[in-house]
């Protein structure tokens, strides 16, 4: 079953406007026009698309499966207008790195000053993601990889992910707070102010383990927060505490802004690494990135 390309746009094109009338203003057609294409395509695919009601047109479930892989193709045949016109300037990309806030900190800065090192010129561009949403963006190819945390749970059978660095977990705290012992156990410090993670992904499951395996339940009295920034200056600005990976507030600790302890007992390191589709052809900057990100794991 053969598509145009011209036709898919058209259904994309009622779907997002929600109407005939609309997509044919969008794309500057006769709304007759719209309609004999959309009926051109269900006589190809042998379904009804598209329904017309009073909350304008609807797409069926085939429908939306078909927009869903329209999608895909114009995300395809969009990024290959850019690889294209780069690579007319001699520049590799754009490569669409996704990943969770502390594994793109962790792993991307040193990877991308690796690259520089080595003289490529290439065009990146950085997404950041919750957990969930990893899977759906590879499989809709609207990311070239994703970096996050890596050997928990069972990996799909479509997805192929490597290890790149262990990273420490260690509890972070303003530089004068009044807890100053540089060693310390979960339970000593269950009637501080907290602040942890709200998305139910890998990260926030990390530390709501570290409680359970201590003994003690998870804190009441926290800030439920997922972003990084916001949560490191909370931090610095009161008397409230977290837990990190080490490598994610590296630089904080180094300047001065914040403060780490070493959390007694605590849990194994996690794996931070790559994701990717396992059967996608991959650019030649998605490997040398790769390589990139392991060599400079390695760096002091």
Same mark, same amino acid.
């Given at each position: 079953?053969?598509?145009?390309?011209?036709?898919?746009?058209?259904?994309?094109?009622?779907?997002?406007?929600?109407?005939?009338?609309?997509?044919? @203003?969008?794309?500057? &057609?006769?709304?007759?026009?719209?309609?004999?294409?959309?009926?051109?395509?269900?006589?190809?695919?042998? $379904? %009804?698309?598209?329904?017309?009601?009073?909350? /304008? =047109?609807?797409? $069926?479930?085939? /429908?939306?499966?078909?927009?869903?892989?329209?999608?895909?193709?114009? $995300?395809?045949?969009?990024?290959?207008?850019?690889?294209?016109?780069? /690579? &007319?300037?001699?520049? !590799?990309?754009?490569?669409?790195?996704?990943?969770?806030?502390?594994?793109? &900190?962790?792993?991307?800065?040193? *990877?991308?000053? @690796?690259?520089?090192?080595?003289?490529?010129?290439?065009?990146?561009?950085?997404?950041?993601?919750?957990?969930?949403?990893?899977?759906?963006?590879?499989?809709?190819?609207?990311?070239? &990889?994703?970096? *996050?945390?890596?050997?928990? *749970?069972?990996?799909?059978?479509?997805?192929?992910?490597? =290890?790149?660095?262990?990273?420490?977990?260690?509890?972070?705290?303003?530089?004068?707070?009044?807890?100053?012992?540089?060693?310390?156990?979960?339970?000593?410090?269950?009637?501080?102010?907290?602040?942890?993670? !709200?998305?139910?992904?890998?990260? %926030? @499951? %990390?530390?709501?383990?570290?409680?359970?395996?201590? *003994?003690?339940?998870?804190? %009441?009295?926290?800030?439920?927060?997922?972003?990084?920034?916001?949560?490191? !200056?909370?931090?610095?600005?009161?008397?409230?505490?977290?837990?990190?990976?080490?490598?994610?507030?590296?630089?904080?600790?180094?300047?001065?802004?914040?403060?780490?302890?070493?959390?007694?007992? /605590?849990?194994?390191?996690?794996?931070?690494?790559?994701?990717?589709?396992?059967?996608?052809?991959?650019?030649?900057?998605?490997? @040398?990135?790769?390589?990139?990100?392991?060599?400079?794991?390695?760096?002091?």
């Amino acid at each position: 079953m053969a598509f145009d390309p011209r036709q898919l746009r058209v259904l994309l094109t009622v779907v997002r406007e929600g109407s005939f009338s609309a997509a044919a @203003r969008e794309l500057t &057609m006769s709304q007759p026009a719209v309609s004999m294409v959309i009926a051109q395509l269900e006589r190809a695919v042998g $379904t %009804q698309l598209v329904e017309r009601g009073r909350q /304008g =047109a609807v797409p $069926t479930q085939a /429908g939306r499966i078909l927009t869903r892989r329209a999608e895909m193709i114009e $995300t395809v045949l969009d990024l290959a207008s850019q690889e294209i016109a780069l /690579g &007319m300037n001699e520049i !590799e990309g754009p490569l669409v790195v996704g990943g969770t806030p502390g594994a793109l &900190m962790s792993l991307l800065p040193a *990877g991308i000053a @690796r690259l520089e090192e080595q003289g490529h010129r290439f065009a990146l561009r950085i997404v950041e993601l919750a957990d969930p949403d990893i899977f759906p963006m590879l499989r809709s190819l609207r990311i070239d &990889m994703a970096l *996050g945390t890596v050997g928990v *749970g069972i990996v799909p059978d479509d997805i192929v992910e490597r =290890a790149i660095l262990s990273d420490s977990f260690v509890l972070v705290m303003k530089t004068d707070h009044v807890y100053r012992v540089p060693r310390a156990r979960l339970s000593d410090l269950i009637e501080l102010d907290w602040v942890l993670p !709200e998305v139910g992904g890998a990260f %926030q @499951r %990390q530390i709501e383990a570290m409680f359970l395996n201590a *003994g003690v339940a998870v804190p %009441q009295r926290a800030v439920r927060c997922d972003s990084l920034a916001t949560t490191k !200056e909370i931090i610095r600005k009161t008397n409230r505490v977290t837990i990190l990976p080490q490598r994610v507030i590296a630089t904080d600790i180094a300047s001065g802004l914040l403060r780490q302890v070493e959390i007694a007992a /605590g849990p194994p390191p996690r794996l931070v690494g790559v994701r990717m589709l396992r059967e996608r052809a991959q650019m030649p900057l998605a490997d @040398r990135l790769v390589r990139a990100l392991s060599d400079a794991a390695t760096d002091p």
